[in-house]
């Protein structure tokens, strides 16, 4: 196995720590269809901002391209392509369809291909092995094998990264299994776990998320009651936690390509086999609608401060999903800028750690490169970067005009020093 080369398709947040782990011990290519995020790689940068440029030069082995006609030669070829969903909240595997289309066409004998992008029970062997069979004129576990090991990737996290975290493998026969488990055994120090089957660690893979995305929305839940009894959710929760069995769970925005997506995976899945799962759209529908009750919330404020809310500015501190990463997908703060702007607000969006092209390109939002002093009328503290952090609260209400109001979504702050929080 360890002479054989390896080609890792995708290289975002996933496909370009594993690319360069691999990248460390044997042959292999990382591809993309990005020709700018290949050059950049290149180069030495990572604008994901997980891999450092230390780590991307220890990976002396590594080569990048966009021609998938390079990855020829490979004998192992893992795919990491994003799995989102449409409009309509169904899952879109666009990019996995493609990327097995690619793959499928430059297939050989005796190749495995092991998925790790995110999907719902069944669609690997459902959807991905019939456009790998039909490609490739090869037979599934005859002329080629698969394999399934889920990406458990947290963006901006450096404790737990790639090799720290345990590994579940499952492979479409036995023997492809084992072969996959010591594979991934050579980068993973964390060490791995065997299920019987790619459905199982499909399943496995799409709960985990599903899990925390109810949690949160049961949180979320609790802040809105305790908003209208006039009690403190962050003071609640500090009580509550002093309990040595109770899961520290915050409310907030729960966006991203994972905590937000996953459950409509499985939603789908379930509903084609005939069950509706309440309470996982519950969930899902509560957590999309809190961007719509912040923004109600600080409008209220605004409300019992200002006779005349026409015209006012505000300013939301931070835009990526979560704290200290440049990731800007799926972030629910756009909806939370939507809301505002119904109303005529003049908001700016202050985030040092997204990509202003980027931001642009995708919410069509022109970041501001510093808040002015004096300037607004309302400032939410919408994620919890490392910059926030190191401000006290006096100097984030330097920021705004003397009756300014301030909410703040992450409890970063004592309640007594904010006008709102979650």
């Not at 499928?104 to 019939?130: F, Q, R």
């Not at 409300?303 to 999903?321: A, H, R, S, Y």
């Not at 607000?345 to 980027?358: H, I, L, R, T, W």
Request: some cysteine; hydrophobic content about 40%.
């Amino acid at each position: 196995m360890k002479s054989k080369k390896i080609a890792i398709i995708g290289l975002g947040y996933v496909g370009l720590p594993l690319a360069v782990e691999f990248g460390k011990k044997r042959k292999v290519i990382g591809y993309d269809i990005d020709l700018t995020r290949i050059e950049d790689l290149k180069n030495g940068f990572d604008k994901t901002k997980e891999v450092s440029n230390k780590n991307l030069k220890a990976a002396k082995n590594l080569d990048y391209t966009n021609n998938i006609n390079d990855l020829k030669k490979c004998k192992i070829f893992i795919i990491t392509v994003p799995t989102p969903i449409d409009k309509n909240m169904k899952p879109d595997l666009t990019f996995l369809i493609k990327a097995s289309k690619s793959v499928g066409s430059i297939l050989k004998k005796d190749n495995i291909v092991i998925y790790e992008s995110t999907v719902y029970p069944g669609a690997t062997e459902e959807v991905c092995v019939p456009i790998l069979e039909k490609e490739s004129g090869l037979t599934f576990n005859k002329g080629f094998y698969c394999g399934y090991s889920p990406e458990r990737i947290n963006p901006g996290d450096k404790i737990h990264n790639l090799k720290s975290i345990k590994k579940v493998i499952a492979g479409s026969t036995p023997q492809i299994t084992a072969k996959i488990n010591k594979l991934y055994k050579e980068i993973i120090t964390a060490g791995t776990h065997i299920v019987n089957n790619i459905r199982i660690a499909e399943a496995a893979k799409v709960i985990e998320n599903t899990q925390r995305d109810l949690n949160i929305a049961l949180i979320n839940e609790f802040a809105i009651i305790f908003n209208k009894l006039n009690i403190n959710t962050q003071l609640v929760l500090e009580a509550a936690s002093t309990k040595w069995n109770f899961l520290p769970f915050k409310p907030g925005l729960v966006g991203g390509h994972c905590i937000g997506v996953d459950p409509y995976y499985l939603a789908h899945k379930s509903l084609e086999a005939g069950y509706k799962p309440n309470m996982i759209l519950s969930g899902r529908k509560l957590n999309n609608s809190m961007s719509s009750y912040i923004a109600n919330q600080v409008i209220c404020l605004l409300k019992n401060k200002n006779n005349n809310i026409n015209d006012l500015n505000i300013l939301i501190m931070g835009f990526t999903f979560k704290e200290n990463c440049p990731d800007i997908r799926n972030t629910q703060i756009f909806k939370l800028y939507k809301n505002l702007k119904k109303f005529k607000f003049n908001v700016d969006v202050y985030e040092p750690n997204a990509d202003s092209g980027s931001t642009k390109k995708e919410y069509n939002i022109n970041l501001i490169d510093k808040p002015l002093l004096g300037k607004y009328h309302a400032i939410i503290v919408a994620v919890a970067h490392n910059e926030f952090k190191k401000l006290s609260i006096s100097q984030i209400r330097k920021l705004g005009k003397k009756n300014v109001i301030v909410y703040d979504i992450k409890s970063m702050f004592d309640p007594s020093e904010v006008d709102g929080s979650l």
